[in-house]
């Protein structure tokens, strides 16, 4: 059962973020839980509104409108690369990877959303550390269940994701053994101009489960 989550993990993912429909059990939320809840609405409004359903171009703009708010593209580029090779890129080789990876996770989450079906959510906790939060989750489909962590950092005006835990599988780790293998056998240059690739690709509507594997998005 749990092979199958891990190669579906961005489906998993993407569906988790429209949980509202059909929710099933949910711990008492504080303002963390009930930002994140807020957000998951209004992207359903998005993916079920009949106007946007042959305006791709329209759809998409809408939902990045809504995600990238609630998420910390900085502190995910950082953790994903890691603290060593962060150093040493330059301030400008900087923001341009925080902005390519940050639209990968956009698209790759626009992807999977654009397809959800009627998963049900129960929210199982929520810890707070300081500025540090997690709340855990627990999406439940026809063929099992599989446990979906979102960790969060405040920033000064909410509380924004900066990784998503999939069976105890980190998003943000997952990504930084991808990067650091491709930097350490080629270069940064190198990454840099897979990830720009894989973007244009996603961006063009192009369809990561024609080959069968679902979990393509995850994959440079």
Do not use: C
């Not at 959510?121 to 709340?135: H, L, P, S």
């Not at 962590?149 to 990784?163: A, H, N, Q």
């Not at 998003?171 to 894989?198: T, W």
Request: positive net charge; without cysteine; proline residues 2%.
């Amino acid at each position: 059962m749990k092979k199958i989550f891990f190669r579906n993990r961005w489906w998993i993912i993407g569906f988790s973020l429209v949980l509202i429909l059909g929710a099933g059990k949910t711990v008492q939320a504080s303002g963390i839980t009930e930002g994140l809840k807020a957000t998951i609405d209004q992207v359903i409004s998005v993916v079920t509104d009949p106007q946007y359903k042959d305006d791709r171009t329209a759809r998409r703009t809408k939902m990045k409108d809504i995600i990238f708010p609630k998420f910390n593209f900085l502190e995910m580029g950082k953790r994903s690369l890691g603290k060593k090779r962060w150093k040493e890129r330059t301030p400008e080789e900087r923001r341009a990877f925080v902005d390519v990876f940050g639209k990968l996770l956009e698209n790759s989450y626009a992807n999977k959303l654009e397809s959800y079906s009627d998963e049900k959510i129960n929210y199982i906790d929520e810890i707070v550390k300081g500025k540090y939060a997690m709340v855990k989750t627990e999406v439940v489909r026809k063929n099992g269940s599989v446990n979906v962590d979102y960790k969060l950092i405040e920033s000064p005006s909410e509380w924004r994701v900066y990784d998503i835990v999939v069976e105890g599988v980190s998003l943000i780790k997952n990504y930084r053994s991808q990067f650091g293998k491709i930097i350490h056998n080629d270069s940064f240059e190198a990454l840099m101009d897979k990830l720009n690739a894989k973007v244009k690709k996603l961006e063009e509507g192009e369809d990561s489960t024609k080959d069968g594997n679902e979990d393509n998005n995850d994959k440079i």
